[in-house]
């Protein structure tokens, strides 16, 4: 049920999507139980025919969309072309994981049907080649052995089941494509899933990348031809629905002509040659801009494990809430990872938080010296590549008027660079922001995960004091792992002027929100307003709030209106 709630987000784009794979499916499925052409083929092989080729077909439209989603070079230009990318568009694009997920499912699906109803196929193709003379199965199997004659059946052999299966699938072109593809298509799904993700990102990267592999067996898997119907020219002289009757007199004087067959050319390539080309052209871009000068001016060690990277690259430029992917060749010449940028557009550096979690994360930290307790220098700190910046949800903020922003943990990274943007936007000139009022919650297991972004909260706590616009910036930050001890601390000093914790006015709140009734009083205090709703964080809490983003919306188009966005990269 989470994952369907997470996939529906899609909307209408999703309902398009299957509703075109159920009509291919349904389309190639009469178009190989019906016609006179694979009336032979049918005998063979029965309905396996039918249930093979139907999601074959799907398969090639799954195929030509699963790399589309993944061209970040691509969708970042759509995202920021506002002349072909209305909002409700960008929002599309915004979940392009999660339609790149349901397509690799779907794959996986149609995977699963061809393969079983092939096995099929090989089996009573087998069989039919091996059985006695009699049957019009036996007399269509031996069809090719004589001059003059095309066969229907593949299986040339007389080797017998099960022998005759397998070496069906490890010699027959189609049959070992078959194998590698699938095993291929084995590993990329179970290497994606969130526990290999989360704990084992060297395995997921590694494995996905087998991708290459699975299209270069897809494009060549139908070339052996292994599907044949009989010719147009054939058709015209040897009536299979009549002739079928009388096989034995088949070639004979006045009788019908023996019929022949062609096998169908391959066509998955032309489904799949313009995505390929496309991503071809993203990796070259992505190459082209991993190459380009990087300089790490500043290392900062924050507290929670956490370090901060401040860097230089010429021509960057950024907007608020994008990420870039970082490779550091001195922990790994190939693996590449995602990290939302935290600096505002407005300041002269780029920078990343590092949160450390795992062997690429340890080594970083290791490389940039932060291990030791002396100061590095900056011409012993290690070569970064960056790609990108990449668009994200958050590039939208600045749209409505009116905004809730949701950090949990290290998710609050893209709103670090949204609050700096905000801050160097009053510091200047804020009479053209359209944004009048932010909502902030940040969930955290643990006290010391506020300290690095405690100054920032009080730069801007100030700067909206000085301003008299107290009222813009309402942030409320929930400790949700505390115990007893700490418990009775806070409360010993909560009738201070300044939280104990971040040093902040808004006193920390322990637990979790209650977001109905936070939704509630957002949506009284803003009627008729559209208010969007911003997430860095789990499944589970998008889960929620795009539930609740939903109830709390008014079916009247005057009424208010929560549009829910989720960072994904």
Same mark, same amino acid.
């Given at each position: ?62 195929? /030509? ?36 997920? /349901? ?57 017998? =089941? !099960? ?93 019908? !002509? ?8 391959? /066509? ?8 390929? %080309? ?33 860097? /230089? ?51 970083? %930290? =290791? ?104 009222? %813009? ?97």
């Amino acid at each position: 049920a989470q994952n369907w709630t997470q996939y529906s987000r899609c909307g209408l784009t999703s309902l398009v999507w299957l509703g075109l794979n159920v009509f291919l499916f349904w389309w190639f499925y009469l178009a190989y139980d019906l016609p006179q052409n694979f009336f032979y083929t049918r005998v063979l092989l029965g309905r396996a025919l039918a249930l093979a080729r139907a999601p074959a077909a799907c398969l090639n439209f799954n195929c /030509m969309l699963i790399l589309l989603p993944v061209c970040r070079n691509l969708l970042s230009f759509l995202r920021g072309s506002s002349a072909c990318c209305s909002t409700r568009v960008r929002r599309q694009l915004d979940r392009n994981l999660t339609f790149h997920k /349901m397509v690799a499912w779907m794959i996986a699906l149609h995977t699963a049907i061809h393969t079983i109803a092939h096995l099929f196929n090989v089996e009573w193709s087998v069989h039919a080649r091996v059985e006695e003379e009699g049957t019009l199965a036996a007399v269509l199997s031996r069809l090719g052995d004589s001059p003059n004659e095309s066969y229907i059946n593949f299986y040339r052999q007389t080797i017998p =089941n !099960p022998v005759g299966g397998l070496y069906v699938a490890f010699t027959y072109l189609a049959g070992l494509t078959g194998v590698i593809i699938t095993l291929a298509l084995i590993l990329i799904i179970t290497s994606s899933t969130k526990i290999i993700r989360r704990s084992y990102f060297e395995v997921f990267w590694y494995t996905h990348h087998l991708f290459v592999i699975f299209f270069i067996g897809l494009v060549i898997h139908g070339a052996g031809r292994i599907v044949r119907g009989q010719t147009a020219m054939s058709l015209a002289e040897h009536i299979p629905e009549v002739c079928s009757k009388n096989f034995t007199d088949w070639g004979k004087k006045g009788a019908c !002509p023996v019929p022949q067959f062609a096998g169908n050319p391959p /066509m998955t390539w032309k489904w799949v040659v313009g995505p390929m %080309f496309l991503y071809f052209c993203e990796r070259l871009v992505r190459f082209w801009r991993s190459q380009q000068k990087v300089v790490i001016t500043k290392v900062v060690i924050h507290p929670f494990k956490t370090i901060e990277l401040q860097m /230089m690259k010429k021509g960057f430029k950024m907007e608020v809430g994008q990420y870039i992917f970082v490779k550091c060749p001195a922990v790994s010449k190939l693996e590449w990872h995602p990290f939302t940028l935290t600096s505002a557009p407005e300041e002269d550096y780029f920078s990343i938080h590092v949160r450390i979690v795992g062997d690429w994360t340890e080594g970083l %930290f =290791n490389a940039c010296g932060c291990d030791k307790q002396e100061f590095q220098e900056a011409w012993k700190l290690p070569k970064i590549a960056v790609d990108g910046p990449f668009g994200t949800a958050s590039e939208d903020v600045f749209s409505y008027e009116t905004v809730m922003l949701v950090g949990a943990g290290i998710g609050v990274t893209p709103f670090a660079s949204v609050l700096k943007s905000v801050w160097y936007k009053y510091c200047h000139d804020a009479t053209n922001l359209k944004l009048k009022k932010i909502y902030f919650y940040w969930l955290c297991r643990d006290t010391h995960a506020f300290e690095w972004f405690a100054d920032l909260l009080q730069s801007l706590e100030t700067q909206m004091q000085e301003r008299n616009n107290a009222e %813009f910036l309402s942030y409320n930050i929930y400790l949700t792992g505390w115990d007893e001890t700490q418990a009775t601390h806070f409360v010993m000093h909560h009738e201070e002027e300044k939280d104990v914790i971040t040093g902040l006015k808004q006193k920390t709140l322990y637990g979790r929100p209650n977001w109905e009734n936070e939704f509630k009083t957002i949506a009284r205090q803003h009627p008729g307003s559209r208010i969007g709703v911003f997430l860095c964080g789990p499944e589970g809490l998008a889960d929620t709030l795009n539930k609740q983003s939903i109830s709390n919306s008014e079916a009247d188009p005057r009424g208010v209106h929560f549009i829910f966005n989720k960072e994904n990269f």
